[in-house]
């Protein structure tokens, strides 16, 4: 089965604006070490111990959020190079087309949903 051109074209637009939302979040909450490498950022409230307790509060919670959006961008990046490749919209696993819906809903999808269900 051969992708629509235009519903990939669609996806690529989706990943693209999904790619440029990632890059600000992380630009406000992480510090970029490097090409594709972030770290959470480090806020300074001062030297007493509530905003002690407040810095690792804020960096705990920057921790995690910054691994989920390196995460979303890293699998952003990798759908658009499959996109250029393309490879965009088979499964990883089994190699079978994704479901149009499911790339609808989750353009950085890599795997189809019998795949995915067999992870969980
Ligand atoms: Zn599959």
Do not use: W
């Not at 705990?60 to 490749?85: A, G, M, P, Q, R």
């Amino acid at each position: 089965m051969k992708m629509d051109a235009k519903f990939i074209e669609e996806r690529k637009d989706d990943l693209e604006k999904r790619r440029q939302e990632l890059l600000k979040e992380l630009n406000e909450d992480a510090v970029q070490v490097a090409e594709h490498d972030y770290s959470a950022k480090f806020v300074d409230y001062g030297e007493k111990d509530d905003e002690n307790a407040a810095e690792v509060a804020t960096f705990e919670k920057n921790l995690s959020l910054e691994k989920t959006l390196e995460v979303s961008l890293y699998n952003v990046n990798i759908s658009l190079k499959k996109i250029e490749e393309g490879k965009y919209g088979l499964c990883e696993k089994c190699g079978d087309p994704i479901d149009p819906e499911r790339l609808k809903a989750f353009p950085s999808a890599t795997s189809c949903m019998s795949c995915k269900k067999k992870l969980l």
